[in-house]
């Protein structure tokens, strides 16, 4: 995050205006708009700034810059062609530890102005630090189709039951009243201008909320998916969204982390080879504790999970302790890591079924139906088999493969980090060590590998800010 998101209070403050551009007006309507008096400092004033609302609150102080104009002020905007005079006039406001913005020229400001979406009192800020503006304002534009202008109207509603809310309704359980209002018939009734019927509606819910207990723990099995957080489904979204408490593996991505709600708890119980450090029943019992006090719970796991999540024991004993619970699906790791690396599971040509293994050692050894699996017509894909790969690869030939069957093994697959090495059941192990592959990976053994060459689609840029901030672990229990 290059910048901190903030909201300035600039009612009946003071701030300069440096220019007297078309450009410096557009600024000085910004904070005029936002309840700030504001002085400009400019040899002549375009034409604009006789038509800002709330002329009356700006002036114009001089012909130019001069520091003693700084004084009392507390932003400053700097609309200045001259790069040397910019820097003289930024400089200046830095020394007196003033934010400010000079137009056009990121490296000199200390804040910036994003594109705006306006829903006093809702404001939805939309900034690209000031490297692509255009692409900000493309993002604005969607926003704004998808946020209704009737949402300050929502918002200031509520403000008026905000203290009505406060004395009728518990604290711990306000946050899922206000979430049940505004999914409620009381947001379209705004919507559609009747204002009136809404508030009875508000008025009614207060009532029956304050007679019943609203606080309901549940808990969300929702799957992450395989690491790329624009593959997550929507559903998994809005849970993730809403809950009270965030209980999270090893294989969840930073920046699907990043997408759940800032303020709820965050439980991690991540498990690595051989590093157990919360047992599988440990954690069972603790969703249903979290339930049962009202929290509503998000196991977030990476990849989906029913495949190899243990999702299913999870929920075993969410039932047998009576505990409410939903399950979302996500793409798991075998369908989406095929996907970015261009190998498709099945193909009429080359494959009619898969098979999902697990390559977990166990004493060193594996526990598989090798005559189910080592099929010349199938696709085998092998979770959790990085560190097995070569007694894998041994295991397949001496159960009916060849050494030529082709097979591939992705690092870090759908992120940008994303590695592909292919070959054979006779190479792919030495190729691996060569290209120190670490977890999580996935392999895909079969003739659909052959496409990889034609289909590989996604070819991501390895830059080093992306690997910097890319997570180390993503799907379900792949290693």
């Known amino acids: 995050m290059n910048y901190l998101p903030i909201f300035l209070d600039l009612r009946d403050r003071t701030c300069l205006v440096v220019g007297g551009s078309e450009t410096a007006a557009r600024k000085a309507e910004l904070l005029l708009r936002a309840g700030a008096r504001v002085d400009v400092a400019a040899p002549d004033l375009h034409a604009g700034f006789a038509r800002l609302p709330h002329a009356d609150h700006l002036r114009r102080v001089a012909n130019g810059f001069s520091p003693e104009l700084l004084d009392g002020k507390d932003a400053v905007i700097v609309v200045e062609e001259d790069a040397g005079v910019a820097k003289v006039i930024a400089d200046a406001a830095r020394a007196r530890h003033l934010p400010v913005n000079v137009a056009d020229k990121p490296a000199l400001c200390s804040f910036i102005l994003p594109s705006i979406i306006d829903r006093s009192p809702i404001m939805v800020a939309v900034s690209s630090g000031g490297e692509s503006p255009v692409l900000a304002r493309m993002l604005r534009a969607r926003l704004e189709t998808m946020i209704p202008a009737a949402y300050g109207r929502l918002s200031a509603l509520a403000s008026r039951y905000k203290d009505r809310v406060r004395a009728a309704i518990k604290p711990q359980q306000r946050r899922a009243f206000w979430e049940k209002v505004f999914l409620s018939p009381v947001a379209e009734m705004v919507f559609s201008g009747r204002d009136v019927e809404a508030e009875a509606q508000l008025q009614l819910m207060i009532k029956d909320s304050a007679e019943q207990d609203i606080s309901r723990?549940?808990?969300?099995?929702?799957?992450?998916?395989?690491?790329?957080?624009?593959?997550?489904?929507?559903?998994?979204?809005?849970?993730?969204?809403?809950?009270?408490?965030?209980?999270?593996?090893?294989?969840?991505?930073?920046?699907?982390?990043?997408?759940?709600?800032?303020?709820?708890?965050?439980?991690?119980?991540?498990?690595?080879?051989?590093?157990?450090?919360?047992?599988?029943?440990?954690?069972?019992?603790?969703?249903?504790?979290?339930?049962?006090?009202?929290?509503?719970?998000?196991?977030?796991?990476?990849?989906?999970?029913?495949?190899?999540g243990r999702g299913g024991e999870e929920i075993e004993t969410l039932v047998e302790h009576g505990v409410p619970f939903q399950v979302v699906p996500g793409i798991t790791a075998a369908a989406g890591v095929a996907s970015y690396a261009g190998i498709p599971l099945t193909h009429r040509d080359y494959a009619q079924s898969v098979a999902f293994v697990t390559g977990h050692l166990k004493e060193n050894t594996f526990n598989l139906n090798w005559e189910g699996i080592a099929r010349h017509d199938q696709t085998i894909v092998i979770y959790m088999g990085l560190k097995g790969l070569p007694l894998l690869c041994e295991a397949l030939i001496r159960h009916g493969l060849t050494a030529e069957t082709p097979a591939a093994i992705v690092q870090h697959g759908t992120l940008p980090t994303q590695r592909?090495?292919?070959?054979?059941?006779?190479t792919l192990p030495a190729l691996a060590e060569a290209a120190q592959l670490k977890a999580p990976t996935l392999i895909i053994v079969g003739n659909v590998v052959k496409l990889r060459e034609k289909l590989g689609w996604f070819q991501p840029e390895m830059h080093s800010d992306q690997a910097h901030h890319t997570p180390l672990d993503t799907p379900d229990s792949l290693s």
Do not use: W
Not at 292 to 303: A, P, Q
Not at 420 to 426: Q, R
């Open 420 to 426: 592909v090495i292919t070959g054979d059941l006779n």
């Open 217 to 308: 723990g549940e808990v969300y099995l929702v799957g992450a998916g395989p690491g790329n957080p624009d593959l997550l489904t929507f559903r998994a979204l809005r849970l993730m969204q809403q809950a009270d408490v965030i209980v999270y593996d090893r294989l969840v991505s930073q920046p699907i982390l990043d997408m759940c709600r800032r303020d709820a708890d965050r439980v991690y119980v991540g498990k690595e080879r051989d590093d157990h450090a919360v047992p599988q029943e440990e954690i069972n019992l603790m969703l249903v504790r979290l339930a049962k006090e009202g929290k509503r719970t998000l196991r977030l796991k990476g990849g989906d999970p029913f495949i190899f």
